[in-house]
């Protein structure tokens, strides 16, 4: 059985049907990138996915310990320290106060967070900062199934890199799975086995595409190459750098 798996996935906000006939299947351990133009339903997707948004219909199976979501915007309690919002939490794991700490200080630094920016509010955190608390929650409850909504979208390139080394490598090192939302197609040629995109016009899935050798070590000028390639020759791609979409041949 896979980690998670879709099926028949129709989903409609106010009559407005947004995805139809969705089926998606992750296998554990396995990374998969989704894709699609602004507003083709991504991140409703990745809520109903996540069991956050209930479907018009169909239904999505999960078979694995326990997932944890980054959403494309930090969503983190402002009157709580980078610090305390990482413990909120642990806070009903069963950890001793110094198992806590360590815990917290192991995922901060996973995503490069100093201990003095520990101890800062959100409101005294760049957003890059905020984004990155968010992560290190997602990390600290040692997920075996992570949903990321554009989780590196305000980083600029190094540091994007570096996240995807260190917060994605240490959950594939771990064997979790992922479903990955990302506008960034050399974010998802570096980092994904498998690259599904998302049509606007069909409100399903246009198609995907397995990427060959394994995520996080393939050479960045070939994960260039290919994204060009996607980009000037693969119909599937068509749309997406085009806001009204359109339907992959
Ligand atoms: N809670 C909601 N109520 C009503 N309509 C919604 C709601 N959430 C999303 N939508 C609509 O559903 C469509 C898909 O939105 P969604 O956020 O899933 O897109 P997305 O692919 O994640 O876009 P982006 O790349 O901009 O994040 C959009 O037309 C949006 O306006
Ligand atoms: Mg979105």
């Known amino acids: 059985?896979?980690?998670?798996?879709?099926?028949?996935?129709?989903?409609?906000?106010?009559?407005?049907?947004?995805?139809?006939?969705?089926?998606?299947?992750?296998?554990?351990g396995e990374c998969v990138a989704l894709v699609g133009p602004s507003?083709?339903?991504?991140?409703?997707?990745?809520?109903?996915?996540?069991?956050?948004v209930t479907p018009s219909e169909g239904r999505v199976e999960r078979a694995y310990?326990?997932?944890?979501?980054?959403?494309?915007?930090?969503?983190?309690?402002?009157w709580k320290t980078a610090a305390e919002n990482i413990a909120y939490v642990l806070r009903h794991r069963d950890?001793?106060?110094?198992?806590?700490?360590?815990?917290?200080?192991?995922?901060?630094?996973?995503?490069?967070?100093?201990?003095?920016?520990?101890?800062?509010?959100?409101?005294?955190?760049s957003g890059g900062m905020r984004q990155r608390v968010a992560i290190a929650r997602a990390l600290a409850v040692k997920p075996d199934f992570v949903f990321f909504?554009?989780?590196?979208?305000?980083?600029?390139?190094?540091?994007?890199?570096?996240?995807?080394?260190?917060?994605?490598?240490?959950?594939?090192e771990r064997g979790a799975g992922m479903m990955f939302v990302t506008h960034d197609l050399m974010e998802a040629a570096r980092l994904a086995h498998r690259l599904v995109v998302l049509d606007a016009d069909g409100r399903?899935?246009?198609?995907?595409?397995?990427?060959?050798?394994?995520?996080?070590?393939?050479?960045?000028?070939l994960c260039f190459a290919r994204v060009q390639d996607w980009l000037v020759n693969d119909p599937l791609f068509a749309g997406l750098n085009d806001s009204h979409g359109r339907r992959a041949q």
């Not at 310990?65 to 402002?78: I, S, Y």
Request: net charge negative.
């Open 95 to 125: 950890l001793n106060r110094s198992g806590r700490v360590e815990r917290i200080a192991e995922v901060a630094s996973l995503v490069d967070l100093s201990v003095e920016d520990l101890t800062k509010f959100p409101v005294e955190l």
């Open 204 to 221: 399903g899935l246009a198609g995907e595409r397995r990427l060959e050798g394994e995520p996080l070590q393939r050479d960045i000028a």
């Open 39 to 52: 507003g083709a339903g991504k991140s409703t997707l990745l809520h109903i996915a996540a069991g956050l």
């Open 149 to 172: 909504d554009e989780p590196f979208s305000a980083l600029d390139v190094g540091l994007r890199l570096r996240m995807q080394d260190l917060a994605v490598g240490a959950l594939l």
């Open 1 to 28: 059985m896979s980690a998670l798996s879709l099926v028949g996935v129709k989903h409609a906000y106010f009559g407005q049907t947004v995805l139809d006939d969705v089926s998606l299947s992750i296998e554990a």
């Open 65 to 78: 310990g326990r997932h944890a979501v980054v959403f494309q915007d930090p969503r983190l309690l402002d």
